[in-house]
Nanobody
């Protein structure tokens, strides 16, 4: 059983910073992609940023220059450093992983989500 567990959400004022962490645990061969999505109330889930095991990164235009994704492949962890936060960044942030669970099987996994609220 593979699990992704997020931590680090909370309430922050506009212009502030937060760092999210996500740890993958369980039985698997490797993690191809790890990253973050978010979902605001009444809106669809959207990509924030992802990173391959080789370091290739994809991120949303809305967070470029403010959010930084990083990975620790040895620890099976992914991080999201969020700076210059805006009220429109308020959402539930979900950790996402594309994980190779056998020689022939790769599956998508999601964390339970962590709330980020940007408000004065």
């Amino acid at each position: 059983q593979v699990q992704l567990v997020e931590s680090g959400g909370g309430l922050v004022q506009p212009g502030g910073s937060l760092r999210l962490s996500c740890a993958a645990s369980g039985s698997f061969f490797s993690i191809n992609i790890m990253g973050w999505y978010r979902q605001a109330p009444g809106k669809p889930r959207e990509l924030v940023a992802t990173m391959t095991s080789g370091g290739y990164t994809v991120s949303a235009d809305s967070v470029k220059g403010r959010f930084t994704i990083s990975r620790d492949n040895a620890k099976n962890m992914v991080y999201l450093q969020m700076d210059s936060l805006k009220p429109e960044d308020t959402a539930v942030y979900y950790c996402y992983g594309v994980i190779k669970i056998s020689y022939v099987s790769t599956r998508n996994y999601w964390g339970q989500g962590t709330q980020v609220t940007v408000s004065s």
